[in-house]
Every structure is written in structure tokens, then in C-alpha cells.
């Protein structure tokens, strides 16, 4: 991750204004923790999502997975970047669950995090999750059976 924030992209500026719109519509009576994830697809669409815990705690549902199933649920399947906001002074990073999930589409895929206070961190999928377990391990294991 690096550490100066870089001069801001202008083309990713709708996908982090769409991810901080997005922590309004957090369900985190618990945690208070308001997170807001979008996605934006190759076809210039973008999908957000909120987390949304559940009183079970079991049960939530973290913003990027939601931004991403909504994604997928509408037919998109390649994404250019995925951005996170939160409130926190060195914005959050997604969980282990949320890597994995996104890793099934994208395993270099950037990952902007942000919060309110404009301070914006930029890095990798791949960077946050080395040594993912991918449909491709999984298709190759698949073939090596058939054989
Ligand atoms: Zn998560």
C-alpha cells in the first residue's frame, strides 16, 4: 500500500463519491461502523453496497461483498476497480471473506480506500491477498483429473 496518497485519478473520482454516498445506508446498529463500497464494471457501470450486520453478528454482509453480489446478480462480471470508504484515519481495508470473494473475478483488481476527511489510499487486490485460491486453481486441479 503506499503511503503518500497519489495525485487523484479523475476517472475513479464518481467511484469513490459513489462508495462514501454509499456508508449512509449502512445497517450497523452494533458496530456503528459505517462502511461503503462501489464497483465499477467495464462497461462504466457502478454498483454499491453497504454492510449490513444482522443481529445473529454471523449474518453480516460487509459493503464490498454487497457492492460486488449486486454486481454480479445484474449480469456484470469484469471490474476496473472497486473503492471503500469508512470513517476510520487510515481508511479500512476489505476483510479476508471480502478478498476471496472479490479474487473470484479479479485477482489484480485496484483497490481505493477512502474515508470522509479526503485521505485516499491505493493498492492491489493481489497486494491485499497473495496466494489467492482461484477459479483458475480450481479449473486446473478439475483438468488434471480428467486426465
Ligand atoms: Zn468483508
Not at 92 to 102: D, E, K, L, V, Y
Not at 123 to 145: I, S, Y
Request: charged share 15%; hydrophobic share 50%; aromatic share 6%.
Amino acid at each position: 500500500m503506499s503511503g503518500a496518497a497519489p495525485a487523484p485519478t479523475p476517472a475513479l473520482e464518481p467511484l469513490i463519491a459513489a462508495a462514501l454516498a454509499a456508508r449512509a445506508h449502512a445497517w450497523a446498529p452494533y458496530s456503528h461502523f459505517q462502511v461503503g463500497a462501489a464497483v465499477l464494471c467495464d462497461d462504466g457501470s457502478i454498483y454499491t453496497g453497504c454492510n449490513v450486520e444482522n443481529a445473529t453478528y454471523g449474518l453480516t454482509v460487509c459493503a464490498e461483498r454487497t457492492a460486488l453480489l449486486k454486481a454480479v446478480s445484474e449480469g456484470r462480471r469484469r471490474f476496473v476497480a472497486i473503492a471503500v470508504a469508512s470513517d476510520m484515519a487510515e481508511p479500512a481495508t476489505p476483510c479476508g471473506m471480502c478478498r476471496q470473494a472479490i479474487a473470484e473475478f479479479a485477482q489484480d483488481l485496484p483497490v481505493v480506500l477512502v474515508n470522509p476527511q479526503g485521505v485516499r489510499r491505493e493498492t492491489t487486490l493481489a497486494t491485499l491477498l497473495p496466494g489467492a485460491f482461484t477459479p483458475e486453481a480450481l479449473l486446473a486441479w478439475r483438468a488434471e483429473r480428467v486426465r
